[in-house]
Nanobody, 111 residues
Framework: HVQLVESGGGSVQAGGSLRLSCVASGDTIGRYCMGWFRQIPDKEREGIAGIESDGSTSYADSVKGRFTMSRDNTKNEVYLQMTSLKSDDTALYYC??????WGQGTQVTVS
């Protein structure tokens, strides 16, 4: 059973950058699609980025051109580089392995 732990969240001013990390343990993630979601209180969780086992990526329109997802299978980690952050990006950010396993999330606050 895989465990996912996100880190890298924090408070940043609008226009700033953050890099989120998600490390997996208990299973290797190299064969799996991984994703980043975010959630604001009282709203549904929103999928914002995904990466396939071959490294191909996809993004929600809301983050396209600003966020970049990557993976390092040797470290069993995925990342989300976030730039040009806006107040609308404020949320709890989760990573997921194939939409079946989820981390606890890391908070991003943009002011």
């Amino acid at each position: 059973h895989v465990q996912l732990v996100e880190s890298g969240g924090g408070s940043v001013q609008a226009g700033g950058s953050l890099r989120l990390s998600c490390v997996a343990s208990g299973d290797t993630i190299g064969r799996y699609c991984m994703g980043w979601f975010r959630q604001i209180p009282d709203k549904e969780r929103e999928g914002i980025a995904g990466i396939e086992s071959d490294g191909s990526t996809s993004y929600a329109d809301s983050v396209k051109g600003r966020f970049t997802m990557s993976r390092d299978n040797t470290k069993n980690e995925v990342y989300l580089q976030m730039t040009s952050l806006k107040s609308d990006d404020t949320a709890l950010y989760y990573c997921t392995k194939s939409f079946a396993s989820w981390g606890q999330g890391t908070q991003v606050t943009v002011s």
